[in-house]
């Protein structure tokens, strides 16, 4: 029987009422033995339930409860999963854990394949790892989406690509996912001169099949960094490449807006702006689906930035008008030009390469408001991965304090929240954020992803 150590125990919770404590051990629900965390919350979802719990004495309890349907216990175990993670056994051709250099730590360097992270966290999964246990369990639950690394459907190709003679066999059991009614979503990192051309539209073509229940899929290059020796040789997309990629999806979005009134196949913000073309339109998003995947999150950050930065418009606007009428004199002294600008500030965000046009965009609107505060955005070149590494969620302290150590920074620095280990203050190096602080002796604010948190970094006072 599978043991599970919980780890602590909510409080005011029914786990505490019956002195359920930390150290202890979850054995059963109804008779049933817990598998993972899905079997724990489908079978404590019941009105009444019995649960098999051993003491840290060796003691058992069997604990009769009568709760309200899906009440939660109040328990949180050792692993959130409450089972292990299961890796991938693929060796892909454009892997990124791959084309990391050693030396890092060690959960960089784990590939996950596992199908409950996909429903969890919204991971990827290719298939090949995914048993028949598995898919029933999925079947069963009825747990969606389910988000799938596709890269091609071209059943031959795709081993070629995964380097899994099974690649290709895995693909049927999205027909399984799609006869049940399962939602997906998938994925195509698409190489120059693999899978995309006329690889790309026949993938397109064979998962516009699965719509609706297959609800979007996204179209993102592959990252190359500079670690790739001995590594499948892989080149970098052109801006005419980008157009012509763009062009291929814009063209199927229209077939699919008119088939099942949703765009469905959607091209990563890299595409645009390697393209030089703009944006598409927020309803282009289908609801922004893939954002993980960077499809639409500049559109996203740039809608909300616009609403967030026209609210603080409107309240300076009232605060300036007060301000104004509450003396007469005052109102002499700002049109005679004796009162000097009061506020002024400097500001520096840093962010990566890809992002860094559109935030500066973004900051010339806001100075037009507030002049006061002077802004500088600083893209830091990926030296760490290599140059053709742009996205800010792959940035390292290493980079960010070689680039930055010789600027006038002024009171604060902003940084985004992608460089950051989730729940935590460390960037991909282990340097973490006071660390970047000391070393470049600044006050540090992490943005949050939306663009009303970054209106509310600039405006905060130091």
């Known amino acids: 029987m599978k043991e599970h150590i919980i780890d602590r125990i909510q409080p005011g919770s029914i786990a505490e009422e019956l002195e359920v404590e930390p150290g202890d051990i979850l054995l059963a629900v109804n008779d049933h033995e817990i598998e993972d965390v899905f079997d724990y919350h489908y079978y404590t979802n019941e009105e009444y339930l019995t649960v098999l719990i051993r003491k840290k004495d060796g003691e058992e309890w069997e604990l009769e409860i009568e709760k309200e349907y899906e009440e939660d216990l109040g328990i949180e175990f050792e692993n959130g999963l409450m089972d292990d993670y299961k890796s991938c056994h693929n060796k892909c051709i454009f892997c990124f854990i791959d084309q990391m250099p050693e030396g890092m730590r060690d959960t960089l360097y784990f590939k996950d394949d596992d199908s409950r992270l996909s429903f969890l966290q919204g991971n990827y999964v290719t298939l090949t790892n995914m048993k028949e246990h598995d898919l029933e369990r999925i079947l069963e639950y009825k747990l969606g989406p389910i988000n799938i690394s596709v890269q091609t459907t071209n059943p031959k190709l795709r081993c070629q690509m995964l380097n899994n003679r099974f690649a290709g066999e895995a693909l049927e059991k999205i027909d399984k996912l799609y006869e049940a009614g399962i939602p997906m979503n998938g994925q195509i990192v698409l190489c120059k001169g693999v899978n995309d051309g006329k690889e790309l539209e026949r993938s397109i073509q064979d998962l516009m099949r699965y719509m609706p229940v297959m609800e979007s899929v ?86 909300e930035f616009g609403e967030a930065l026209e609210e603080a418009a409107r309240i300076e606007k009232g605060r300036k008008e007060a301000e104004i009428s509450d003396s007469e004199k005052m ?61 800010s969620g792959l940035l390292t302290g290493q980079d960010i304090i070689a680039q930055l150590k010789d600027r006038e920074l002024g009171e604060k620095l902003l940084l985004p929240c992608n460089l950051l280990r989730s729940g935590e203050e460390v960037l991909l190096d282990d340097i973490t954020v006071s660390q970047v602080e000391n070393a470049l002796q600044v006050k540090i604010d992490i943005v949050k992803s939306s663009g009303q948190d970054l209106v509310s970094c600039l405006l905060t006072d130091f």
């Open 218 to 303: 996204s179209v993102v290059p592959v990252g190359l960094s500079r670690y790739r020796e001995g590594l499948y040789p892989l080149e970098p997309f052109t801006q005419e490449d980008a157009r012509e990629v763009l062009a291929l999806i814009h063209r199927y979005q229209k077939i699919c807006l008119k088939k099942e009134e949703m765009h469905f196949i959607h091209a990563s913000d890299e595409w645009y702006l390697l393209a030089g073309w703009e944006l598409p339109p927020e309803e282009n998003y289908d609801g922004y689906l893939q954002l993980e995947n960077g499809v639409g999150m500049l559109r996203l950050l740039k809608t």
């Open 331 to 391: 109102t002499e002294d700002l049109k005679a030009g004796k009162v000097s600008e009061i506020g002024k500030s400097k500001i520096t965000l840093a962010t990566g390469v890809l992002a860094a046009p559109v935030l500066e965009e973004l900051i010339g609107d806001f100075q037009k408001i507030f002049p006061n505060t002077n802004v500088q955005v600083i893209p830091i070149i990926n030296d760490f991965f290599g140059p053709q590494i742009t996205v």
